[in-house]
């Protein structure tokens, strides 16, 4: 499956932005989708976990509260709602996928097969 993020930008502190990930190549309903972020000078990290688009997800403590994953298989995208943000969120954002397992929800990075290219995010304060 080929991942096309987009929908990054500058924000104020605040402010809210919504990432798409859209996918092709292969049934996008067969696999767990996740996003996750370089900061500056930072690892990759995870930001949150979609496996069915039921509602049932993962999101990293950091996140909780202000970003909402959320996909629609029907037209093969996932997407990333970010509000409250903070410059604290500034970092390249990639979504990422992994042939499902069940309900499983990983939070490794290594667990993912296939990734988008980024998008970068800016928070100003």
């Known amino acids: 499956v080929q991942l096309q993020a987009s929908g990054g930008g500058l924000v104020q502190a605040g402010g809210s932005l919504r990432l798409s990930c859209a996918a092709s190549?292969?049934?996008?309903?067969?696999?767990?989708v996740g996003w996750f972020r370089e900061g500056p000078g930072k690892e990759r990290e995870f930001v949150a976990a979609?496996?069915?688009?039921?509602?049932?997800?993962y999101s990293a403590d950091s996140v909780k509260g202000r970003f909402t994953i959320s996909r629609d298989d029907a037209k093969n995208t996932a997407y990333l709602q970010m509000n409250s943000l903070k410059p604290e969120d500034t970092a390249v954002y990639y979504c990422?996928?992994?042939?499902?397992?069940?309900?499983?929800?990983?939070?490794?990075?290594?667990?993912?097969?296939?990734w988008g290219q980024g998008t970068q995010v800016t928070v100003s304060s």
């Open positions: 979609d496996a069915w688009g039921n509602g049932s997800t």
């Open positions: 190549g292969r049934t996008f309903s067969s696999y767990t």
């Open positions: 990422a996928a992994r042939v499902r397992y069940g309900s499983s929800l990983s939070n490794s990075a290594g667990d993912y097969g296939y």
